[in-house]
């Protein structure tokens, strides 16, 4: 996996528990999402965060985002709200960007 200045980048991909959840989530579910778009909005301004969105079919959402090590990529992958609410699961992966247009920093 490439680093640069000692920050590998990863990605991780989520799924939702309950796929009814893309059409008619809970009033539970609603919330854990809004605070996981607020949670990687934060992520982003902060520059751990490259990219991130679903897909327009509901199948899973991704977020590729930059940890020194693993450890740390898992425990950002865990504190997601979605993941602590139960609402997503999500697969942690090293990921090498090797095209990017236009550059996002």
């Not at 939702?16 to 919330?31: M, N, Q």
């Not at 079919?57 to 898992?74: C, L, S, Y």
């Not at 090293?94 to 990017?100: A, K, M, N």
Request: with cysteine.
């Amino acid at each position: 996996m490439a680093q640069e200045n000692n920050v590998a980048t990863w990605i991780y991909l989520l799924r939702l528990t309950r796929p009814e959840a893309v059409s008619s989530p809970t009033e539970e579910e609603s919330a854990a999402i809004d605070r996981h778009f607020v949670h990687l909005q934060q992520a982003c301004s902060a520059g751990t965060v490259r990219l991130a969105g679903p897909a327009t079919d509901g199948a899973f959402g991704i977020v590729v985002f930059e940890a020194t090590d693993e450890t740390t990529a898992r425990s950002f992958m865990a504190e997601d709200p979605t993941v602590c609410a139960g609402v997503m699961t999500a697969e942690l992966h090293p990921f090498h960007i090797s095209l990017e247009q236009p550059p996002c920093r």
